[in-house]
Nanobody
Framework: QVQLVESGGGLVQAGGSLRLSCAADGFPLRNYAIAWFRQAPGEEREGVSCSSSDGNTNYADSVKGRFTISRDNNRNTVYLQMNSLKPEDTAVYYC????????????????WGKGTLLTVSS
């Protein structure tokens, strides 16, 4: 059974940093793309970043240069390092996969975690 569990959210001041984790279970992470999405209150869910099985990465323009996605295939975990956080980064962050190898530029999102809340105060 495919499971994704996010963690690491919390309250941080603007300009601060935080790292989110997405622990995968039920499938070998090394073979598949994993993406981070976020949904702010009253907004649609949007793609943030994606990590392909071959190491390629994609980022939304709004987070380029501030966020870094990485993966530890041995731990079956994907991380999202978020620096220079802004109040507009406040959202519930989700990780997702469609059990395909590549980001296009994100993933279709057949499987989702339950999300972790990031709040950035000004």
């Amino acid at each position: 059974q495919v499971q994704l569990v996010e963690s690491g959210g919390g309250l941080v001041q603007a300009g601060g940093s935080l790292r989110l984790s997405c622990a995968a279970d039920g499938f070998p992470l090394r073979n598949y793309a994993i993406a981070w999405f976020r949904q702010a209150p009253g907004e649609e869910r949007e793609g943030v970043s994606c990590s392909s099985s071959d190491g390629n990465t994609n980022y939304a323009d709004s987070v380029k240069g501030r966020f870094t996605i990485s993966r530890d295939n041995n731990r079956n975990t994907v991380y999202l390092q978020m620096n220079s956080l802004k109040p507009e980064d406040t959202a519930v962050y989700y990780c997702a996969t469609d059990l395909m190898g590549f980001c296009r530029p994100f993933v279709r999102g057949d499987y989702w975690g339950k999300g972790t809340l990031l709040t950035v105060s000004s």
